[in-house]
């Protein structure tokens, strides 16, 4: 017989059918054995009645808590019965795996135990109910940007992971052999997106993994992160790329909303953020005055932003324009990396966005034009000899482009209320861990 999902029983009433899943609970009583059993869509109850069912009751007493079964029998809509109704009686019962009686952790409750002990049985946690919604969420939110690029004549990439240069710069790459040459994994596919605008692609974006070698134990770092990225063609600003991303997260966040609503409000206890209102935008120096007219907070560094001052910043924002976002442009040049544009003032031509306190994205308008990217390159005090493949991209025209890149475990903590990226990634990778 063909297995059911729990999700469809609903349209097999009075029928027999078969179940496949876990066992989440089992309740012995004189009478009756009352067992709940959850697969991928879904919960139904399985009701045992003790007399003249020995071979059941005996399968049943036997099963732990956990194990998998495969179940025949007759589901009955039984308006008792808590989970939507669904009950079924069984005629068969088989075992298919056998747990061990005493988990490692509890699942039921992520309170129940230290999260680093969760991350060593990952595959445990993400039984509970809230990681699975986690992950269904970010399926449909990657999904949408997909749907929002492609319905915008975007060309999806897939760069190259193993890299002969770093992007940003060489000291947080994670250094391999090569077959006797030195490479890294790449931090970004910024110069790929780059060489796609010089191959007349137009548009292009790419989600896939990066990898940092920072020594940050953060509740908000990772050395490998999936990242959603951008690059664009014929902008007449960055401006021209606030306005993209603006648009791309509010459809993405209007698919996840329809879809989750009730479940995100069920499961993590809040509301998603409202795009509709429009994401304001201030100048680094304007969000360097507020701080410190509004807080009365002048951090040490003056060419970034610390993370108390993101923080605050979004506070602000929140209070006086109602936005969970903001946009902040025109960073100082020693902040950011060689290839962003630079204004009349030597200001870079970029933003971040901030998202509830956390940079989710950075963007800019990229040098194009060879002469001044070399320069760039030397102001930086790097040798333009080392990133000779990348030059090669500006020798033959390339048109005036931009692009972001925003990283997808920080825009979920984010949007669900979750305060560790490791809660918000499938599998983390830091520091200090390299399994499961």
Not at 229 to 251: A, N, P, V
Not at 316 to 335: L, Q, R
């Amino acid at each position: 017989m063909k297995t059911t999902k729990i999700n469809l029983l609903e349209n097999y009433y009075d029928e027999t059918v078969q179940i496949q899943g876990f066992v989440e609970n089992l309740r012995n009583l004189p009478y009756i054995i009352f067992m709940v059993v959850k697969d991928d869509t879904g919960k139904v109850q399985i009701t045992i009645e003790k007399e003249n069912n020995e071979k059941l009751v005996q399968i049943a007493q036997s099963i732990t808590l956990e194990s998998t079964v495969k179940i025949q029998g007759k589901c009955l809509n039984s308006p008792s019965v808590k989970l939507g109704g669904k009950e079924i009686i069984p005629t068969e019962i088989t075992i298919t795996s056998t747990s061990l009686e005493e988990l490692p952790i509890n699942i039921k409750s992520k309170d129940a135990a230290l999260r680093e002990t969760r991350l060593d049985y990952r595959f445990l946690d993400l039984r509970r109910e809230d990681n699975k919604l986690l992950f269904q969420i970010e399926t449909e939110f990657e999904h949408a940007l997909r749907e929002y690029c492609q319905a915008n004549d975007f060309i999806e990439i897939h760069s190259p992971k193993i890299a002969a240069a770093a992007a940003e710069s060489g000291a947080e790459t994670f250094k391999l052999d090569y077959f006797g040459q030195e490479a890294s994994l790449s931090q970004s596919p910024q110069f790929y997106k780059q060489m796609a605008m010089a191959s007349n692609f137009g548009k292009v974006f790419e989600i896939g993994p990066a990898y940092r070698a920072e020594n940050s134990h953060t509740s908000y770092h990772a050395t490998e992160i999936n990242m959603a990225d951008i690059e664009m063609s014929y902008i007449d600003s960055f401006e021209d790329i606030m306005d993209m991303e603006e648009k791309w997260l509010k459809y993405a966040f209007q698919k996840v909303y329809d879809k989750y609503k009730d479940q995100i409000l069920k499961n993590f206890k809040t509301t998603l953020s409202d795009l509709e209102v429009p994401i304001p935008r201030l100048t680094f120096a304007e969000a360097k005055k507020i701080l410190k007219e509004e807080y009365h907070y002048e951090a040490e560094r003056q060419d970034d932003f610390e993370r108390k001052e993101e923080m605050l910043l979004c506070k602000y924002v929140k209070k006086k324009y109602g936005s969970d976002f903001v946009f902040v442009t025109k960073f100082p040049f020693a902040a950011r990396p060689f290839y962003h544009n630079l204004d009349e003032n030597g200001l870079t031509n970029s933003y971040d966005l901030l998202y509830r306190g956390v940079e989710i994205t950075t963007g800019s308008q990229r040098e194009h034009r060879l002469d001044i990217l070399t320069n760039q390159i030397k102001e930086k005090g790097l040798d333009p000899k080392s990133l000779e493949f990348y030059l090669e991209f500006f020798k033959y025209g390339c048109p005036p482009h931009g692009g972001f890149a925003i990283g997808i475990a920080r825009v979920l903590m984010q949007m669900l209320n979750i305060d560790n990226i490791r809660e918000a990634t499938f599998i983390y990778r830091g520091p200090t861990r390299l399994t499961p």
